[in-house]
């Protein structure tokens, strides 16, 4: 049995996320049906963690065990002809039997696109987040500095049913930063881990920072976190391990 890695890219505008939902389309499940047409049997994917619907990706990471002794090369080459448009296999390589994807992951980074013209290009509307309203960019410069450290982040994540296990948390944020790129307000951040919708919470907030209604010095201290950003301005950048 071999332990295979590959790391995916997609567009996750038309997917309920990474995780397989009934009925539904996702990124697992489309996976995991063109691996079991290559196998011949069932796959199961473990990816370094769920994007929630709507949320895109540059560089997921994702593993499985694989019978068939195909190449990577030419299993690369084979799930981008069968694989929705949408989504394409970046790189595939042979990796060592433990390896886990989520867990033995130390660090991603996200990026969170606000695109602040006037005008949303049609070619944009997808991968951005339209606000042309005006903003203290400055400030909100300043709040995610602040994020920057460990830090209980319970006020910026969503409830699961990971809740009920009383899993810790507290999240270790290596750095924090809002930049603007042309028309492109980007908020970059990388940490040790990510709970469930907290980059958007906390976009959400530094918004709320924007518009004058929190205090940039007391973005941690927020009950409950401001709107929850919309997911489409929400990639995953990069894994590092």
């Excluded at 309920?16 to 389309?25: A, K, N, R, S, Y």
């Excluded at 507290?170 to 970059?188: D, N, P, Q």
């Amino acid at each position: 049995m071999r332990r295979i890695r590959i790391t995916l890219s997609y567009d996750g505008t038309d997917y309920h996320g990474w995780q397989v939902q009934p009925g539904l389309p996702t990124i697992e499940a489309a996976v995991e049906a063109v691996l079991a047409e290559i196998e011949g049997a069932p796959v199961n994917v473990e990816a370094s963690g769920r994007t929630d619907a709507g949320v895109h990706a540059l560089a997921q990471v994702a593993a499985f065990h694989l019978r068939n002794p195909i190449p990577v090369e030419n299993l690369q080459r084979a799930m981008n002809q069968t694989l929705p448009r949408d989504i394409r296999v970046l790189e595939a390589r042979e990796t060592h039997d433990s390896f886990h994807a989520r867990f033995d992951a130390v660090a991603k980074t996200y990026e969170y696109r606000i695109l602040r013209s006037a005008i949303c290009s049609p070619f944009d509307r997808r991968f951005v987040h339209h606000h042309p309203y005006p903003l203290d960019e400055a400030r909100m410069a300043e709040a995610a500095r602040v994020l920057e450290g460990e830090h209980d982040f319970t006020s910026f994540a969503t409830s699961d049913e990971s809740d009920e296990l009383g899993r810790s948390k507290v999240r270790r944020i290596f750095s924090s930063a809002v930049t603007r790129e042309g028309e492109r307000l980007v908020y970059r951040v990388r940490g040790s881990g990510f709970l469930k919708h907290m980059v958007r919470n906390i976009v959400g907030v530094l918004i709320e920072v924007g518009k004058g209604n929190i205090d940039a010095a007391k973005v941690l201290e927020t009950r409950p976190p401001g709107p929850t950003a919309p997911a489409r301005g929400l990639v995953l950048v990069n894994v590092e391990y």
